[in-house]
């Protein structure tokens, strides 16, 4: 089966650069993805990891070690509309499993 | 193009009744996908649907739930015989073909409060 594990918040202020982790068990591993979710929002897609390495997107960046199992979201030059939840997810078999979710709060 | 949508927004029902809820996907998707969220929680998997594939109903958690796709398009999910526990925001979301690269786009959901 699949586990994964995300700290349950994260505080930081305007302007910083936070990272938010994500481990994870799974019996077969195929890739590392990344939402946003606002408070009474619908989760949107923020970056995806099939392989090793770093992959950028504007102030997101997403990096995967698939020999470590661990993964994390790192966010740059925070700003106020960033504060919303995170959530990591890893496909099961045709569906997805996703992780419990990190909430992130950025302070002026 | 539409986004995926979701009706009702916001259902409120007594204990005991059975509740329909609608998705409609992004045209040309094939997949689609059914999850619950509690307050304050992660996104947890329901049901899924491929194509004409017999769906992935894994995580339904018990035998009050169903949902069914007509026409490879449109999706319902049945909540029989409502129990407070069943209170969550339910969300739908559908990708092009299901593959594990594939992004997800989710609909606003609906909130279900079973009182």
């Known amino acids: 089966g699949q586990s994964l594990e995300q700290p349950s918040e994260v505080t930081a202020v305007e302007g910083a650069i936070v990272q938010i982790n994500c481990t994870y068990q799974t019996s077969g591993f195929y890739g590392l993805s990344w939402y946003q979710q606002h408070d009474g929002g619908a989760p949107t897609f923020l970056s995806y990891?099939?392989?090793?390495g770093l992959e950028e997107t504007g102030r997101f960046s997403s990096f995967l070690s698939r020999s470590d199992s661990y993964g994390y979201l790192l966010l740059q030059e925070l700003q106020m509309k960033d504060s919303a939840s995170y959530f990591c997810a890893v496909p099961r078999g045709q569906n997805f499993v996703f992780g419990p979710g990190t909430r992130l709060s950025v302070l002026p | 193009g539409a986004g995926v949508s979701q009706s009702p927004s916001n259902k409120v029902t007594e204990k005991g009744k059975d509740v329909e809820l609608r998705c409609d996907p992004i045209?040309?998707?094939?997949?689609l996908y059914w999850y619950r969220q509690s307050l304050g929680q992660g996104l947890e998997f329901l049901i899924y649907?491929?194509?004409?594939?017999?769906?992935?109903k894994s995580g339904l958690p018990s035998d009050r739930f169903s949902a069914e796709r007509t026409g490879g398009s449109v999706s319902t999910l049945t909540i029989q015989r409502t129990q407070q526990e069943d209170s969550a925001v339910y969300l739908c979301a559908s990708s092009p073909q299901g593959a594990d690269t594939d992004t997800q786009y989710f609909g606003p959901g609906t909130r279900l409060t079973v009182l």
């Open positions: 045209s040309g998707h094939t997949a």
């Open positions: 649907f491929q194509g004409n594939s017999a769906p992935d």
């Open positions: 990891n099939g392989l090793d």
